[in-house]
């Protein structure tokens, strides 16, 4: 992965370059590197061990990232590829003003420090059930492993060493299946009898009772799902990122539509691992260790029950797992920060100064990120997962809110905009304190409080029109010639 990063610093000439690989990336790479982002060690790891606890209702949900990919490509990605936006937040300075701009700008680099911190502390946790490391070895390890070739590379290290990390995350993912299925008597057959016969397989909870919004009911997890998502590819300038590297808008569809068939047939690999898992200790209860977290389960099996090359392999793959989502977060956060925060007040004289600019940024989003991370080892922490989907609404789903009150609307204003960015996050500070709603529901909530609240604020308060050609899905114009 380091030598990747050196590989790619020689191209890094611009800002472009460093950002946005010179557009010159291929669709299938670009789906790769949303893949490994969107999921990596939280899937490779947390996902297995949930289902292992539990079941498989979580399942519906991953169906939502098909589902989101048309919103995404015909309903997102037009604004940004029109703008030749580097930064998804410079649509909210074009739609709204600048403070807006800052603000969006600001919650995604906030978000993403976190989701470096869950990430890494994940995998720390995962690796000492494996390794003599303690996990704040692990988490210094990958830190300083994704500062080095992500300082270096820029965003094209990222998407080529995420592509080689899916190859490395699902082939590992595979292998383990096999043992699984080896070890439970009657094999692939066993391992569903048994899952069946202790309801772990079960897809779907029809629950629609007055408290069912605490539970993984089947509305939870559909609404919850298509929020999660729609956050996600719409305002996540991790994944908008992606859009941006392509050479065409056709290139980044495609890019959203093979990312959503491997999400779909990946996450099925990964909770079936989960499932096998439980088989293979029920049928060999001896070799379950009772003390470890839920979190280590499947690093256990690795660890335990593995050949040692093999087991050596898949450890090389929970280590894949966490860089790849590491390594994106820093690229795009310190893109963010040249691009909102940088460029807008001149803080640089040339493009050479902004490239160096991009480097500091990029290495001290990294340190950043790793002491999330070590703050994040805690043994409190039973399912690293569930402390994912509080963060990810609390930061994105109201950023998702705002980005779909500019797209959606022409009513909304930079006012109203900024106070239901600020009512969208205080509403889900307040669920988060005062209710018990299930977190997968987080995001939404984040979306329709910022979109209500926004579009009410805009209604309300009198403001000057603006041009809005090719800002809202109203003022759209046809494609050009430059937009295919």
């Known amino acids: 992965m380091v030598g990747v990063g050196v590989w790619f610093m020689r191209k890094n000439i611009t800002t472009d ?29 947390a996902l297995p061990a949930l289902v292992y606890a539990t079941d498989w209702l979580l399942y519906i949900g991953m169906l939502m990232i098909p589902a989101v990919a048309p919103l995404a490509i015909y309903g997102a990605m037009p604004f ?28 995604f680099t906030l978000f993403h420090i976190s989701r470096m911190g869950i990430v890494m502390a994940l995998t720390a946790l995962a690796l000492s059930a494996v390794t003599p490391l303690t996990p704040w070895q692990s988490v210094l390890i ?62 779907v909870n029809l629950d629609f ?5 605490t539970t993984l009911a089947l509305w939870v997890i559909i609404l919850g799902g298509l929020g999660q998502n729609l956050s996600s590819y719409t305002s996540d300038q991790a994944v908008v990122q992606r859009y941006m590297t392509t050479k065409s808008t056709a290139a980044a569809a495609r890019s959203i539509w093979a990312n ?33 977290q839920n979190d280590q389960v499947f690093p256990m099996f690795i660890a335990t029950e593995l050949p040692v090359g093999i087991a050596g392999l898949i450890v090389a793959g929970i280590f894949a797992a966490a860089q790849s989502t590491v390594s994106t977060s820093m690229n795009s956060t310190a893109t963010t920060l040249v ?28 340190v950043l990120g790793t002491l999330a991370g070590l703050l994040f080892i805690s ?12 963060v990810i609404g609390m930061f994105m789903g109201a950023l998702g809110g705002l980005f779909l009150l500019g797209i959606l609307t022409t009513r909304a204003h930079a006012r109203g905009a ?45 403001a000057a029109q603006t041009d809005l050609e090719n800002l809202t899905l109203h003022t759209l114009k046809k494609k050009d010639s430059t937009d295919v």
């Open 80 to 107: 940004f590829r029109r703008i030749d936006a580097t930064s998804a937040y410079e649509y909210l300075g074009k739609r709204f003003n600048r403070p807006v701009r800052l603000l969006g700008s600001g919650l």
């Open 142 to 203: 990958m830190g300083v492993l994704c500062l080095i070739y992500c300082t270096m590379g820029g965003v094209e290290a990222v998407i080529w060493t995420d592509t080689i990390q899916t190859v490395v995350l699902l082939g590992g993912a595979l292998v383990c299946v096999f043992y699984i299925v080896g070890g439970v008597d009657g094999g692939f057959g066993g391992v569903l009898d048994l899952a069946n016969a202790n309801d772990k397989m079960t897809l």
């Open 418 to 462: 900024f106070i239901g960015l600020l009512g969208g996050v205080a509403v889900m500070v307040w669920i988060w304190q005062a209710t018990e709603t299930n977190g997968y529901l987080y995001a939404l909530i984040g979306i329709m409080s910022c979109l209500l609240i926004g579009y009410a604020a805009s209604v309300l308060l009198p």
């Open 339 to 366: 691009t909102d925060f940088l460029r807008p007040f001149n803080r640089c004289d040339s493009e050479a100064g902004y490239l160096r600019a991009a480097k500091v940024l990029t290495f001290t989003m990294g």
């Open 209 to 213: 009772s007055p408290d069912s919004f």
């Open 260 to 292: 959503g068939i491997m999400a779909v047939f990946g996450s099925l690999l990964f909770f079936f691992i989960g499932t096998g898992l439980y088989a293979f200790y029920h049928s060999n209860p001896a070799l379950l260790n009772p003390t470890i």
């Open 379 to 390: 043994p409190e922490i039973r399912s690293l997962m569930s402390e994912y989907f509080k």
């Open 17 to 45: 370059d460093y950002f946005r690989g010179g557009q010159n990336i291929p669709w299938w790479a670009a789906a790769c590197s949303i893949y490994a982002t969107m999921l990596s060690s939280l899937t490779f790891v």
